[in-house]
């Protein structure tokens, strides 16, 4: 089969390798979408501990090709998805359900070959039927389970007034699941016009430009501040502004992946004195479930957020646009 392996970092190549059979407990799905994903652009730079070579690609979805001999509740032909985070159930934190905090963690496109190929091998347990959900729809799955993650660690309030740093994909999953979860109202602030148009169609109540008048606007708009501000873009000096914003009482979700070394400055007196809280959020945790009803019920509307589709032979070129936004991009799908 034809798969995208990134060989070693910055280096990818298309390649034939041969195509997965499933052990007693493995499915092997046909791919017929795998989403882009910022991880992805990490295991192509290289930029932490990888294990090369690998294929890529976590946010996967297709039909069941062959299931192995102890598998009973799925059949070839099924629709599916999979959750890419693989627990061994019996370690420190699996015990405590702590699965993504797993010691012996395995990621499907991460340390095991994933779905930027014509077909993935994964472990029936991690599989989820996906019915009548529209493919396109589905490939959203994985990042709204994170999206549904964070926000059940944070939990904010009915009424509350929220600010979020970033319009891509992620911050606009995260708009729509907060206005869902009853925010009074949601303020999205993003270089890209272009994305804070989208956010407004999608119901964001105010949206601002960030440029030299954005600390003025917001100062405008909630005087006393937000009572959650969100990180969506994993930029080291905005994440540290978003302790600037957050009104007393309330909390900093910090959602965007910055680089592993960045640290930024905040005063501890400042979140004492304020009795602020910040979360982190780490992938999901047994959140597909969630993720899928919100999708099938059309809570949650993610057709607008896919910005491109590319054939995988042309991945290279797919990851060098994420990579540099040479043109405005928002969720990239890749079809083998
Ligand atoms: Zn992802
Ligand atoms: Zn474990």
Redesign the pocket.
């Given at each position: 089969m034809r798969a995208a392996v990134i060989e070693t970092p910055g280096h990818l190549r298309m390649q034939d390798v041969v195509a997965p059979s499933p052990g007693p407990d493995d499915v092997v799905i046909d791919v017929a979408l795998t989403?882009l994903?910022?991880?992805?652009l990490h295991i192509y730079a290289g930029e932490l501990n990888y294990v090369y070579p690998i294929i890529p690609g976590?946010?996967v979805v297709g039909t069941i090709a062959a299931v192995g001999a102890n598998v009973s509740d799925l059949q070839p032909g099924m629709p599916v998805t999979f959750d890419?985070n693989i627990p061994c159930g019996h370690c420190h934190f699996c015990r405590r359900l702590r699965f993504n905090h797993c010691l012996n963690w395995q990621g499907v496109g991460v340390t095991r070959h994933g779905g930027f190929a014509e077909q993935v091998l994964v472990p029936a347990k991690v599989v989820y039927p996906i019915g009548d959900l529209p493919l396109e729809q589905a490939a959203f799955i994985?990042?709204l389970s994170?999206v549904v993650y964070g926000l059940q660690r944070a939990t904010p309030a009915l009424g509350d007034r929220i600010l979020i740093f970033g319009a891509g994909p992620i911050g606009l999953l995260l708009m729509q699941c907060l206005r869902r979860g009853g925010a009074a109202h949601v303020t999205v602030t993003d270089l890209q016009p272009e994305r804070l148009a989208l956010a407004r169609r999608l119901g964001a109540e105010e949206t601002v430009q960030a440029d030299e008048g954005q600390a003025a606007a917001l100062r405008e708009h909630a005087p006393y501040g937000y009572d959650m501000v969100v990180d969506a873009t994993g930029v080291p000096a905005v994440a540290a502004r978003c302790f600037d914003y957050v009104t007393p009482g309330g909390k900093v979700l910090l959602f965007g992946v910055c680089p592993e070394d960045a640290t930024i400055p905040f005063s501890p007196f400042h979140l004492y004195r304020r009795d602020i809280s910040v979360y982190g959020s780490f992938a999901l945790n047994v959140t597909f479930g969630p993720a899928i009803e919100l999708l099938r019920s059309g809570a949650v509307d993610v057709t607008p957020l896919v910005s491109h589709r590319f054939p995988l032979e042309q991945l290279p070129a797919a990851l060098e646009l994420a990579h540099t936004q040479s043109e405005p991009s928002a969720k990239i799908l890749i079809a083998p």
């Open positions: 989403g994903c910022g991880t992805d976590h946010e890419p994985e990042p994170c």
